[in-house]
């Protein structure tokens, strides 16, 4: 894959969505040779941003513009590298389409990527058979990605998905004066309790390529089966991270469904069962990156419209609330003791 045509009409100073107008969309993709017939589409993602495209005389196109200097180009390109490899073995998922040699593109000043249309219904998770589906899905997905490591993309651990962000939010007033202690409390109990679990769990769990963020809205569903969407938060991590998104409801609900992915996952892919320990941890882990994640992005308008009741002095008490109901969860046996 060759490296990152930078095009003459890429500005030098670090653009803003603010000014990634409908015509400046279109224009990006008439400067690859795309006609737009005018049809333009806002799809949901506040991260980047994301539109279906009409072309003319053609089917509908999917661009993708990514937020300024969240990713190195590097990073971007080894994520569409990974979903290419996926494709080629062919695992159902949307690569980046190769154009003039090239998957990342610029357009004044913004690196965008084209995506074919894919489209399809959410999955149905209360379904057994979904759920076993899923697994051989994913099953695939990790057989290939522990064949090597990214190079470019972060690792999912304690330190990026937890330290760093609470310190983030301790650090840039975030949370509300009377609420401070009480949420740095908690907070730093729960990642004890993190630490406790990874320990349990021992230095050798394996980490692979990972989608990242592996849940219902980043799948949909044709009567082939699944597919991604959205590889964007792809990284290094424990494979379990792919598989407790997709669990639900009460403990011995959520038993029975890691029992139905892991049915069909472990026709392609061997589960350490070791990383059962790690569940709730990493759902702690993502509750506090997600706060931090909304608090790095507020000065976003798309946010302020989207997540209302951030910062807001009930969403702090929920989330200190949130914490403490983890902490004792972190000290329960695994789900797999109950299957």
Same mark, same amino acid.
């Given at each position: 894959m060759k490296s990152l045509n930078v095009q003459t009409a890429q500005t030098l100073t670090t653009p803003t969505f603010s000014l990634l107008t409908p015509d400046c969309v279109m224009n990006a993709l008439d400067s690859l040779g795309y006609h737009c017939d005018g049809r333009l589409l806002a799809l949901n993602s506040y991260e980047n941003r994301v539109y279906q495209v009409?072309?003319?005389?053609?089917? #509908?196109? =999917?661009? $993708?513009?990514?937020?300024?200097?969240?990713?190195?180009?590097?990073?971007?390109? /080894?994520?569409?590298?990974?979903? @290419? &490899?996926?494709? &080629?073995?062919?695992? #159902? =998922? =949307?690569?980046?389409?190769?154009? *003039?040699?090239?998957?990342?593109?610029?357009?004044?000043?913004?690196r965008f990527a084209i995506f074919p249309k894919h489209g399809g219904r959410a999955p149905e998770f209360e379904d057994r058979n979904t759920l076993e589906w899923m697994g051989r899905f994913l099953g695939r997905i990790h057989a290939v990605g522990a064949l090597? %490591?990214?190079?470019?993309?972060?690792?999912?651990?304690?330190?990026?998905?937890?330290?760093? #962000?609470? *310190?983030?939010?301790?650090?840039?007033?975030?949370? %509300?004066? *009377?609420?401070?202690?009480?949420?740095?409390?908690?907070?730093?109990? +729960?990642l004890a309790g993190v630490?406790?679990?990874? /320990?349990?769990?021992?230095?050798? =769990?394996?980490?692979?390529?990972?989608?990242? *963020?592996?849940?219902?809205?980043?799948v949909l569903w044709t009567d082939s089966g699944p597919h991604f969407v959205d590889f964007d938060d792809s990284r290094m991590g424990p494979a379990v991270q792919d598989l407790w998104m997709l669990l639900s409801g009460e403990r011995t609900d959520m038993a029975r469904q890691l029992n139905d992915v892991l049915a069909g996952y472990e026709d392609f892919y061997d589960f350490d069962s070791? /990383?059962?320990?790690?569940? /709730?941890?990493?759902?702690?882990?993502?509750?506090?990156?997600?706060?931090?994640?909304? +608090?790095?992005?507020?000065?976003?308008?798309?946010? $302020?419209?989207?997540?209302?009741?951030?910062?807001? @002095?009930?969403?702090? @008490? &929920?989330?200190?609330?949130?914490?403490?109901?983890?902490? #004792?969860?972190?000290?329960? %046996?695994?789900?797999?003791g109950l299957i």
């Open positions: 009409g072309i003319e005389d053609s089917l #509908p196109l =999917v661009t $993708k513009f990514y937020r300024p200097e969240r990713w190195t180009n590097k990073a971007i390109l /080894e994520e569409h590298a990974f979903v @290419q &490899e996926l494709a &080629e073995r062919e695992i #159902p =998922v =949307v690569p980046a389409l190769l154009i *003039d040699g090239n998957t990342l593109h610029t357009f004044n000043g913004f090597k %490591p990214f190079k470019y993309r972060p690792t999912l651990n304690i330190e990026s998905f937890g330290a760093e #962000p609470l *310190d983030f939010l301790l650090t840039n007033s975030f949370i %509300p004066a *009377d609420l401070d202690a009480a949420y740095r409390s908690v907070a730093e109990q +729960a630490r406790q679990c990874f /320990e349990r769990a021992g230095s050798n =769990v394996k980490t692979l390529r990972l989608h990242g *963020d592996c849940y219902a809205g980043n070791r /990383e059962l320990l790690l569940v /709730e941890a990493l759902r702690t882990l993502r509750l506090i990156h997600y706060s931090a994640w909304l +608090a790095r992005r507020w000065d976003d308008s798309a946010f $302020k419209q989207a997540f209302p009741w951030f910062n807001t @002095q009930r969403y702090w @008490q &929920e989330r200190v609330l949130e914490l403490r109901e983890q902490i #004792p969860l972190m000290d329960e %046996p695994p789900l797999g």
